[in-house]
């Protein structure tokens, strides 16, 4: 898209609806954790100072990643639903947690949206400086309805691999959360065709009705979704992620290794690495404890919530000389596919380099160079998460924590206790 041709904002009536969602929602959490809820929070300050930076959406030169690891404050039965042959997806993409419990949604889990109520009200109305999370495609949007509500609640359908055939590091919403993190336009190949299997099919969910199929995009070929990032109004974006990918609860509080998802945010978004603020939360899990009696859809108030805001990260120190690596390696894949075009070895636009912000070859998805990257950036940023845990005044976690192999300890069963004696919820 040129950037003549690139909208400044999405429709009248869709801000309106999303001022609507993310206010009613944010001032319902805030209600919450106020007036029915103990609520601590650490380190918000120095949080709210950058949100002001942020506020004139031309004016930003970066997007904003915020990390959450929720720490138990005692350990809950939880149930654990992980692939059938029990193997670990340690290339799989982050997994979110977002609540919404009623008679025909299974339960979510709270920490996004209750931990935003802890922002102060004048916050929570401008929808351009809010945060952009990932929700469980088959749970947060069955249906059009629900598909809205969602979108309108800046909300990406990510797809569990699982649960489904389209999950994974290297799916669409991924390639939306980098692009929101950066600066439109993008250049990019043409979107994939919607096709229909059937004549029976249901036509493709595109929640706004007021824009053009141009500026949304697909998960899995069927569906259609609104592409927030084609719009300049969302330059730089904010977007909130769950690095574990679960949730996990020990009650040691040791973190699971980090899933690669974030990597991919940290590494590609352009032109400018995102800030990143790692935050350390505990409480939410007892907010909707998996052993809660009837009514299970009401949340329990006279809970405590803790929400600590880390420091930003001085992310050109901490990322930087990763983030020259990946270009490097951009450089010589694009080269490579150039010279294997010109000698007849591949065809079409792709071959010659032009593909677009967050959309990569297969040398740059498995690579070993692009895997190791992947990892090295992994574990920095769960060293970040790690300094706000011992400002806790949590002691240092085992080394081999940050590991997937010191994982495979909790065994491959599909629900219950882990061999390790935690327990773990694929949300």
């Given at each position: 898209?040129?950037?003549?041709?690139?909208?400044?904002?999405?429709?009248l009536p869709w801000r309106c609806g999303?001022?609507?969602?993310?206010?009613?929602?944010?001032?319902?959490?805030?209600?919450f954790l106020a007036g029915l809820s103990n609520l601590e929070v650490n380190g918000m300050d120095k949080f709210l100072q950058l949100l002001d930076e942020r506020k004139d959406v031309q004016g930003r030169q970066r997007g904003l990643v915020t990390g959450e690891f929720r720490a138990p404050r005692h350990g809950s039965p939880l149930q654990t639903k992980q692939p059938?042959?029990?193997?670990?997806?340690?290339?799989?993409?982050f997994q979110p947690r977002i609540c919404l419990t009623g008679a025909s949604v299974p339960p979510f889990r709270l920490d996004d949206p209750l931990i935003w109520g802890s922002l102060p009200l004048r916050y929570m109305f401008?929808?351009?400086?809010?945060?952009w999370s990932l929700a469980s495609h088959d749970l947060a949007f069955p249906n059009k309805a629900l598909s809205l509500f969602f979108s309108l609640g800046q909300t990406l359908p990510c797809h569990r691999l699982a649960h489904s055939p389209h999950g994974g590091l290297f799916?669409?919403?991924?390639?939306?959360?980098?692009?929101?993190?950066s600066r439109a336009p993008f250049s990019a190949p043409p979107p994939p065709t919607i096709q229909r299997h059937d004549s029976t099919?249901?036509?493709?969910?595109?929640?706004?009705p007021f824009t053009s199929a141009a500026l949304t995009y697909t998960t899995t070929g069927d569906d259609a979704f609104p592409a927030p990032a084609a719009y300049a109004s969302r330059r730089h974006g904010w977007v909130h992620i769950f690095p574990e990918g679960k949730v996990h609860q020990k009650e040691d509080r040791t973190m699971r290794y980090f899933k690669w998802g974030v990597a991919r945010l940290i590494l590609e978004s352009e032109p400018h690495c995102p800030?990143?603020?790692?935050?350390?939360?505990?409480?939410?899990?007892?907010?909707?404890?998996?052993?809660?009696?009837?009514?299970?859809?009401?949340?329990?108030?006279?809970?405590?919530?803790?929400?600590?805001?880390?420091e930003r990260v001085d992310v050109d120190s901490v990322f930087g000389d990763l983030r020259a690596r990946w270009r490097r390696l951009k450089e010589r894949d694009g080269e490579q596919r150039r010279a294997a075009a010109a000698a007849g070895e591949e065809e079409g636009k792709g071959a010659l380099g032009e593909v677009g912000l967050g959309v990569l070859s297969e040398g740059l998805k498995y690579g070993s160079e692009a895997v190791?990257?992947?990892?090295?950036?992994?574990?920095?940023?769960?060293?970040?998460?790690?300094?706000?845990?011992?400002?806790?005044?949590?002691?240092?976690?085992?080394?081999?924590?940050?590991l997937v192999e010191t994982w495979a300890m909790e065994g491959g069963k599909n629900e219950g206790k882990m061999d390790d004696d935690s327990w773990v919820k694929d949300t």
């Open positions: 898209m040129a950037p003549e041709e690139q909208p400044a904002a999405p429709s999303s001022v609507a969602v993310m206010g009613v929602v944010g001032l319902l959490s805030r209600g059938a042959d029990g193997k670990l997806s340690h290339i799989s993409s401008n929808p351009d400086n809010l945060r799916q669409p919403t991924i390639t939306q959360a980098i692009r929101l993190l099919a249901a036509a493709p969910d595109i929640p706004d800030d990143v603020v790692p935050m350390w939360v505990e409480g939410p899990q007892q907010v909707m404890h998996e052993g809660r009696t009837f009514p299970r859809f009401l949340p329990r108030p006279g809970k405590t919530v803790s929400v600590t805001f880390g190791e990257l992947r990892k090295e950036c992994t574990m920095r940023m769960r060293e970040e998460v790690l300094k706000v845990r011992r400002s806790m005044g949590l002691p240092d976690e085992d080394p081999k924590a940050g």
